[in-house]
């Protein structure tokens, strides 16, 4: 196999094998050898009369392999007559499948399974005999036993053609054949030369044939014997597979008809070389081909010959008499061999002729499930195509594939027990019905693994997760391996059981088994050998066992291959694999015996060498007993249990035990190293230690939870329910991620909200959910005692309509979570919903044959008209059998019978057409039906319909004629269509495939089909932005709609395709031809210049084919209005050509950028606020208040964090503002100079002046060029002066990073993914040197540390070796690029650093290392060193450390590169010989995104994504927190009563509490998958009895005492999420506030409720807040007061006396505000007691003004109003100086004197502002905007 000379021209096979010896090959039965009469040579005689007991079997032993890799093989052999015979040949894919074609005249028809071919022969017979005749008559040769003048046959199997068509795979080599009873043969062989066996040598050398070209004569040693005078073909069969421009079927194996031509050596063409993807087809077997096909092929017509057609022939099939056969008319196929001579040969008059180029690397053609049938597409009424008489080159639908299936919305199917970490924590692998789904945890970006045509119901990963086992349900289970990074099936095997449910492999790969049932329903247990498997070699069976244990889980332990553990309902057994024979041992249970046992677990953790006595196993239960077994003794250790807690109070739930009771079922368990994960049937995940002392963690799940399954670092827990969800548990920050929810049965109907991106479906679970298309997080979920069957998006607003089983129309309003309307018009299952595209109207019709029509203008949704009998009965036309033009004129459906199609005015519902579908086919003998109907958007004179059989019929909707029809759609009946908006594509579902197609079927190919859904697909559509496809039936689909969203205009005179049409100030073109989008103009047209052209690069055009077009950037003339509008040439035949004078005129519109898929890539978070650009600072040395302290890092950044020991400078950036601070004395600097996100630092190496830049909030780009103002900002600070040197802004879009040359005479910049340009400046006066374009994503730079005009970069595209060029004042900067070793796959490069050695190292997003040689410019050198992406790369001498997102850091001892010589070839650490250390490592809490060490790498300071910064020691193998912050949203802030503490919480669940004198993190108090919003202090005067009390998302209020570090009691007040919480003015109670406006009343002591108060019921309470105050003035009993502030613009006033339980109303306030739409987003509304006076209450928010009201409660009115430049978002009041703080949406914190008004304005944030508070001495201010929490000092206005 490693080399292929020997093999040619042809290999002898029963030569090679010494057939006689039958010592490589073997016989069986009656198998003897005599003289051929005819041949006159001795031929092997097979007998018997079973074929499968006689035959001869090359080779002899069946692991071995011929390795022949000939694309052709020959049989030399004749049938025996009057019997039947079969032939064998197992063939190798280059993916190491081994697939079995078959052929014999024992089969009936063809068929296809993923590893068997099995091809019906049909035996032809002697000229002129009456078989012969026969067959001729019966157009499919004779079927059955071989005739008696059956003549020898050579047949020609062309095995790279069967692979790629049918299975859609790459031919390897030929392994092995088996020919059976009953024949003669004489030999075979194998070649990759087309052989002719008519030519003799002497004909072949007249005629020029040499096997040079590919073709020739047949050896002699192969050829059959011809008297003189005779012909071959007189005398012998000759049998093409694949038959050459026959007729014949496509499907078996017979002779194609005679050529009368063929046989003249004048005539004679040269036999033709295919090339392995172009075949010829006969037109029965277009869709037996693989899933995405395209069909090209000349046709060749007569010249000065004028077609005639007497019939109707099918399109484009071209009748024999008009194909020339001249040899001047001579014309290349696009498919051919680039070496062919001559023309093809005639077709015969049925056969289309067509090449079928296939797609193998296409994922989907490897579906089994649907065979497609031919279309043919006729216009009607039975209209007569003519060909043109220029037409050469067929065309197809573009682009292929047109559709690429993005994302999945779902989980389970056969299983919800199969769910899987890779090793590296990044990536969870589950089944969704037949498909396999990888999902990144961090994006939920998906791929996955297609090839089962069932249900998978289990998967297994090896040890470290390469190789990746699946196995499918059903009869007959297909196990398949799969290569889990490449994405591959590396080999398939078939289990002869059923219900495969168990699959396990060992930690090594080398062994995997397998649990299911056999036909006797006893369970089966297989273990497999798979050492090979990675290699290509062949799984084989190591042994099986057959047993009436009842088999739940089966695992193979992790320190012996030959060692399995399985349990059951009664049983716990231990599997042993010895000399073939599987054997195993119960373990004893006792009195336990009864149980049924669900899962089982080894500890991990310990050494494969480990004694087997220390060795435990847990196995868990449905009672809720866990067992520990001792694996040496075969015996119970330990027999714990899990019960229901003990309710001691209502609210509060007691640690679990194990003790005696009634437990809870267990359905999984997982142990790691540091723990016990268990789930249970209750919905919990608990995390245990090992002895099971105690519940440590615990998350609650919405169903029964079915497996548990900890990640490799022991850092996440994966948990799938019942019900379909799949999440994990971050065990660190005890935050809990949502992966997937999904229905738990099929999906009935969707429908799409194209503004909000929102998608609804409607499912046999019986819920309604809808999901977010971008993120596929599950938004609501809508539970009904009725099922639902059909949703309807409304066009405009979010609201959406719901059909149920019962009739019931129900109406609801997403924004607001209510229900609008109810319907019960309707008796029978609703059928069709949908709203008109005006949203005027919305109709529903039943399966008894209503029609309902309402007004959707209104909120109740009004009934309008109900019509009874109209449409058509049954539930077969759901969900979707209701249709709307697009100009919400017409209304049409199936009724009021099958074959009926009406349409109805649909503002009346009044009959405007009836179109009966029944009598348009005249010629069918059956009646058709109609099945579903559809407007064409872009015309709404065309209506689709769908009927029974298989067709798609344009009726026009004026008159009901028949325009067009196309037939044989699908194989099965079409259950879903719809046309995209503008009119171009067709969509259409049957059975499990999805077909896109050309809507005016201008092509030979007009579609394309995909598969992947395992069950029949209820609904298809465009989503409304026709950028993507839905599908839903077992799941939700998300596919990418590629083709362009307008047509391609193609010039006859030019091969330049113009992709988008643009007018300049025009709507006509060069040509005058009018161009028109459908909408009115919004002015009137100006005179300029003729219009630009502009060409998309996506439309495919090759950019070679077009030099002289310049991609210029738009000028100062450009027009820079609104975006330009791209619009549709309507008539594309009078299209004049390109002028080709005006080629400076073209443009190339760019492809949209697309983020690279690595984390090393800065991207700035997402913000809706808006920078106020008219605020002005105060002047210095004025300002009221001083930036004191920035708390946290900015863990988004990217290398934004800078450090210099020698010079004693460590800077990072939070927000907008750069921190400069000092380690030793804890004080800080702030440059203040952005108004944006920082995304990175560089400082010089003197370190007097850093660098760092930001990026200016991304706004929407318009066509007329206005991106100029969109430039990022780079700053130059001076670190010693702390002022601001100088300023630049250049990139487009962010900067991913900053470097200065080692002599500080350079400063490189680099553009983001947006704008990849590296730019390089003068230091001396940061003038722009020079600038280079670059072809992908540069992900970082640095400068050489030894010479200065040396820099490299990485990126997407590889490795950028920069060179700059100085000639006196000019500066040239030369890159040159190199990709990225092959040796690493598909990799982007994504972190630098030089070696002091003129070495390079980078790092990968798949965790390798390569070295380079600088001055070679070439790798030499990988390994991997992470498991993850390195983001991060720092060498100081030679020690490298490697950063990554796996939050490993490492250091490496990297001495021996440096001695290494650059080879030919790059090598691995393995190969070389070399050792590369591993000295040290930590993981740190988050992805590395800076670092920064001293020279001898001994010490160094790390950030990282949780915003924490870390002093790293390697010498004491130590690490401190440095800098800590929130890495989420920061949703209050309060300071403690003695201003000693201030504390914060935050989305993520935490509640901090800092020290304000060191800023430093004192404690953190974290709960698990909640988020905490509010946080207040107790106003105890004693440290030691000092609490802090927070709200979280649950209701839930929490104490926490700061003395003991512990929770102190928990409260559950709220059934909704707690917004605000407040200690009473003298601590006897907790005031807290819930979302839905219920305030209650609780005490601290004991935690429960005493009163609940409901006056804001309703609305959100935004503020509570108490004070000491005598209320006897205002007339009430009561010692303080305390107030409320709610969403609705109410503010309540309450005195009390907590101790009198006295609580009482003393003011109401309503303060008015204009009418708002309810989507708006509209600012909260916020009151505060004065400090000075508690009498006042200042409010505001949403008004008639914006501004600051002041209320006095004794006058009872508003005494004084503050006008305001925003709305404000918080406020706070100062006890000092009548101060009031304001933060603003503009992200302006406002301080301003409320006596006189005087303010001033601060722009430190880089967001809008949630909350603000002073201090309570007033000398102090917190600021927050997101994350970013700033310290002021109080000075005074």
């Known amino acids: 196999m490693a080399s292929k000379g020997w093999q040619q021209p042809y290999v002898n096979i029963f030569k090679h094998v010494k057939v006689e010896d039958w010592r490589r090959s073997a016989k069986e039965g009656d198998v003897s050898s005599y003289t051929d009469k005819k041949l006159k040579c001795t031929v092997y005689r097979i007998r018997g009369p079973v074929p499968a007991n006689s035959y001869i079997l090359v080779p002899k ?171 071959w073909h007189d005398l012998y069969d000759y049998i093409k597979f694949p038959s050459g421009g026959t007729k014949l079927p496509f499907d078996s194996i017979q002779k194609a008809s005679p050529q009368p031509e063929a046989r003249s050596a004048s005539n004679q063409r040269s036999p033709e070389r295919e090339g392995s993807r172009c075949v010829n087809l006969s037109k029965a077997v277009q869709d037996r081909v693989s899933l995405i096909q395209q069909i090209t092929n000349p046709k060749l017509l007569k010249r000065n010959h004028t077609p005639v057609v007497a019939n109707v022939p099918e399109l484009d099939v071209v009748p024999r008499d008009l194909l020339s056969h001249s040899d001047d008319q001579q014309q290349e196929s696009p498919c051919s061999s680039s070496h062919q001579l001559t023309s093809r040969p005639p077709a015969d008059p049925d056969d289309g002729g067509v090449h079928v180029y296939v797609h193998p690397e296409d994922f989907f053609s490897q579906y089994e499930g649907e065979s497609e049938e031919e279309f043919a597409c006729t216009p009607a009424p039975r209209p007569v195509s003519l060909l043109s008489s220029h037409k050469t080159k067929q065309q197809k639908l573009l682009p292929d594939p ?227 077994i001792d694996y040496s003794r075969v015996a119970i250790r330990n027999v714990r249990r899990l019960l229901p807690a003990q309710q001691q109070h209502a609210d509060r739930r007691e640690k679990w035990s194990f003790n005696t009771g009634p437990g809870i079922a267990i359905n999984s368990i997982s142990v790691s190293s540091s723990f016990c994960a268990t789930g249970s049937e209750d919905g919990f995940l608990r995390l245990w230690p090992h002895d099971f002392s105690a519940v440590f963690l615990e998350a609650e799940h919405e169903g029964p939870v079915s497996v548990v399954s900890a990640s490799f670092d022991s850092l996440h827990v994966l948990a799938a329910t019942s019900t379909g969800n799949l999440g994990f548990l971050d065990v660190s920050s005890r935050g809990y991620n949502t992966l997937m929810r999904s229905h738990t049965d099929t999906v009935l109907g969707f429908s799409i909200d194209g503004v909000h991106r929102h998608l609804t479906t409607a499912s046999s679970d019986g819920t309604v959910r809808i999901w977010n298309m971008d993120s596929l997080h599950q938004l609501y979920d809508f539970v009904s005692e009725d099922s639902p069957c059909s949703v309807a998006f409304h066009p405009s607003e979010q609201i959406f309509c719901c059909g149920f089983t019962s009739g019931i129309v129900r109406v609801f309003d997403i924004s607001s979570a209510k229900l609008l309307a109810e319907h019960k018009q309707h008796r029978g299952e609703v059928v069709g919903l949908a709203f008109s595209p005006d949203g005027e109207f919305m109709y529903s019709a039943d399966s008894q044959g209503s029609l309902a029509l309402y007004n959707s203008s209104e909120e109740d949704h009004n009934v309008i008209k109900v019509a009874c009998n109209v449409v058509a009965r049954g539930t077969e036309r759901a969900p979707d059998a209701l249709s709307v033009s697009s100009d919400s004129c017409c209304l049409a459906f199936v009724g009021p019978s099958e074959y009926i199609v009406t349409i109805a005015d649909a503002r009346s519902l009044d009959e405007l057409l009836h179109v009966d579908v029944s009598i348009l086919d005249v010629e069918s003998s059956r009646l058709d039906s109609a099945l579903k109907v559809c407007f064409s958007p872009a015309s709404t004179e065309h209506l689709l319909v769908t009927t029974s059989a298989n067709k798609i019929l344009w009726v026009s909707t004026k008159t009901g004629r028949l325009l067009r029809e196309v037939s044989k759609v699908h194989k099965h009946q079409c259950s879903s269509l719809a046309v995209s908006e503008d009119s171009r594509f067709l969509l259409t579902a049957g059975h499990n495939a999805v077909k896109v197609w050309d809507y005016n079927m201008q092509h030979d190919a007009n579609s394309q089909m995909f598969i992947g859904h395992s069950q029949p697909i209820r609904q298809v559509s465009f989503t409304p932005d026709q950028l993507g496809v839905v599908s839903v039936g077992d799941a939700i689909f998300l596919w990418d709609f590629l083709a362009n969203p307008v047509d391609f205009l193609t010039d006859s005179c030019s091969p330049l395709k113009v992709g988008y049409i643009s007018t300049s100030k025009t709507d006509t073109d060069a040509s005058g031809i009018q161009l028109s989008n459908g909408m009115p103009r919004q002015t009137a047209p100006l005179p300029s210049s003729p219009p630009r052209l502009y060409i998309s690069t996506i439309d495919q055009v090759d950019q070679e084919l077009i030099p ?12 820079s209005g609104p975006a330009t509008s791209f619009l549709k040439v309507t008539d594309l035949l009078h299209t004049s050509p390109l002028n080709t004078n005006d080629m400076d005129a073209v443009k190339l519109k760019q492809k949209k950028p697309v983020r690279p898929d690595c984390y090393r890539h800065f991207i700035p978070r997402f913000k809706t606020s808006s920078l106020d650009q008219a605020v002005v600072a105060p002047q210095p040395q004025e300002e009221g208040i001083k930036l004191k302290a920035v708390i946290g890092y900015n863990g988004n950044g990217r290398g934004n964090m800078v450090w210099s020991p020698d010079q004693g400078l460590f800077a990072y950036s939070c927000g907008c503002v750069v921190v400069v601070e000092y380690l030793d004395t804890g004080r800080q600097r702030h440059f203040q100079g952005h108004s944006e996100e920082i995304s990175c630092l560089a400082v010089t190496n003197d370190a007097q002046c850093g660098v760092q830049l930001v990026m200016l909030l991304q706004t929407v780009a318009s066509a007329a060029g206005g991106s100029n103002g969109n430039k990022s900002l780079i700053c130059i600070w001076d670190i010693r002066k702390g002022i601001c040197r100088s300023t630049i802004s250049y990139h487009r879009g962010a900067v991913q990073c900053l470097a200065f040359s080692r002599d500080d005479r350079f400063l490189l910049s680099v553009g983001d993914f947006s704008d990849p340009e590296v730019a390089l400046w003068s230091t001396k006066n940061f003038k722009l040197l020079s600038s280079v374009n670059v072809s992908g994503p540069i992900h970082d730079a640095a400068f050489s540390p030894s010479t200065h005009s040396q820099m490299a970069c990485v990126g997407s595209q590889g490795a950028y070796f920069c060179l700059i060029h100085s000639q006196g004042l000019d500066v040239e900067l030369k890159v040159q690029r190199v990709k990225a070793p092959v040796e690493v796959g598909d990799v982007e490069l994504t972190a630098l650093c030089y070696h002091r050695e003129s070495l390079l190292f980078t790092g990968t997003n798949r965790g390798h290392v390569c070295v380079w040689d600088v001055d070679m410019q070439r790798c030499f050198m990988t390994w991997e060193a992470d498991e993850g992406e390195i983001g991060v790369l720092l060498c100081r001498g030679n020690r490298l450390l490697t950063g990554s997102n796996t939050r490993w850091l490492r250091q490496w001892e990297v001495e021996a590169v440096q001695d290494m010589k650059p080879q030919e070839k790059v090598s691995s650490v393995e190969d070389s010989g070399k050792t590369v250390v591993l000295e040290q490592e930590v993981m740190l809490d988050g992805t590395i995104v800076s670092a920064a060490f001293d020279n001898t790498a001994d010490m160094g300071i790390v950030g990282t994504t949780a915003g924490t910064l870390w002093y790293i020691n390697w010498a004491d193998s130590s690490n401190i927190r440095l800098v800590s912050g929130h890495k989420t949203k920061v949703n209050d802030v309060v300071f403690s009563f003695d201003e000693s503490h201030f504390a914060t919480c935050s989305e993520d669940g935490s509640v901090r509490v800092w020290s304000t004198s060191s800023y430093e993190l004192v404690v953190q108090f974290q709960v698990l998958n909640q988020a905490c919003g509010c946080v207040c202090w107790s106003p105890s005067s004693s440290k030691d009895s000092t609490c802090v009390a927070a709200g979280y998302s649950d209701g839930t209020l929490r104490i926490f005492r700061l003395a003991s570090t512990e929770m102190e009691l928990k409260l559950h007040p709220h059934q909704v999420a707690v917004t605000a919480v407040q200690y009473s003015a003298n601590a006897r109670v907790i005031l807290s506030a819930g979302k839905n406006g219920l305030v209650a009343v609780s005490s601290p002591v004991d935690g429960g409720t005493i009163r609940v108060i409901r006056d804001h019921k309703g609305a959100t309470i935004t503020t509570i807040q108490c004070v000491h105050e005598q209320c006897e003035k205002f007339g009430l009993e009561g010692n303080e007061m305390w107030l409320a502030a709610s969403a609705d613009r109410r503010v309540s006033v309450w005195a009390s006396d907590w101790l009198k339980d006295k609580c009482d109303l003393l003011d109401w306030l309503t303060f008015p505000a204009p009418a708002y739409f309810a989507g708006d987003s509209l600012p909260p509304s916020l009151a505060a007691f004065c400090p000075a006076d508690c009498s006042l209450v200042v409010y505001t928010g949403y008004g008639v003004e914006k501004e600051l009201s002041f209320y006095s409660l004794t006058k009872k009115q508003i005494i004084k109003k503050i006008a305001l430049p925003h709305w404000a978002t918080c406020i706070s009041l100062s006890s000092k100086s009548q101060l009031v703080a304001v933060g603003s949406n503009e992200r302006v914190l406002k301080l301003l004197q409320s006596t006189n008004g005087r303010f001033q304005d601060f722009l430190q944030h880089s967001d809008s502002l949630q909350t603000c508070h002073f201090s309570p001495s007033g000398t102090l201010l917190f600021s927050v905007a997101y994350n970013e929490i700033l310290l002021w000092e109080v000075k005074g206005l």
């Open 402 to 628: 047109i559709l690429r299936l993005s994302r999945i919305i779902g989980f389970g199917g056969a299983t919800t027990k199969c769910v899987l970490w890779t090793k590296s924590g990044d990536a969870v692998v589950y089944p969704c019905h037949a498909i396999i789904v990888s999902m990144k945890t961090s994006s939920n970006q998906q791929r996955f693994f297609i090839g089962h045509t069932d249900k998978v119901s289990a998967l297994a990963f090896n040890g470290n997760t390469t190789l990746l086992a699946s196995a499918q349900t059903g009869n007959n289970s297909v196990v398949r391996v799969w290569n889990y990074h490449k994405g591959n099936c590396l080999a398939m095997f078939r289990v002869h059981a059923h219900s495969l449910s168990c699959l396990s492999f060992s930690r090594g790969g080398g062994i995997l088994c397998g649990v299911g049932k056999d036909n006797h329903n006893k369970t089966m247990v297989v273990v497999w050998n798979t050492l090979n498997v990675g290699k290509g070699g062949e799984v084989t069976i190591l042994a099986k066992a057959h047993t009436d244990v009842d088999i739940h889980t089966m695992k193979v332990t992790f320190f012996d291959d030959t060692r399995l553990v399985s349990c059951g309902r009664d049983n716990i057994r231990l599997w042993r694999v010895r000399n073939g024979m599987l054997r195993s041992c119960p373990v004893s249970l006792g009195e336990y015996h009864s149980m049924d046992f669900t899962d089982v677990a080894f500890e991990e953790g310990s050494s494969s060498d480990q004694h087997l006595d220390d060795r435990t196993l847990f196995v868990s239960s449905r009672s809720g007993h866990i067992f520990e």
């Open 61 to 231: 032993v069946i692991n071995q392999s011929l390795g022949l890799t000939g694309h052709f093989f020959y049989l030399l052999f004749r049938p025996t007559p009057g019997k039947y015979f079969v032939v064998h040949l197992d063939v190798a894919a280059e993916e190491g499948q081994v697939i079995r074609i078959s052929f014999s005249n024992m089969f009936k028809e063809f068929k296809s399974t993923a590893t068997w071919l099995q091809f019906p022969f049909l035996c032809g017979a002697a000229k002129d005999s009456v078989y012969e005749s026969t067959s001729k008559s019966a157009k499919h040769g004779l079927v059955g036993p071989a005739p008696t003048s059956v003549r020898w046959t050579c047949l020609m199997l062309d095995l790279q053609y069967t692979l790629s068509v049918y299975l859609n795979r790459c031919y390897s080599h030929l392994k092995s054949v088996k020919l059976c009873a009953n024949m003669a043969v004489k030999n075979m062989f194998t070649t990759d030369l087309l052989l002719d066996p008519g030519i003799s040598f002497s004909e072949a050398k007249l005629m020029g044939l040499a096997s040079s070209l590919g073709t020739g004569p047949m050896p002699r040693e192969m050829s059959f014997p011809v008297p003189k005078g005779g012909h």
């Open 1108 to 1119: 002289a077009i310049p991609a210029e950037e738009s000028g100062p003339g450009s027009s």
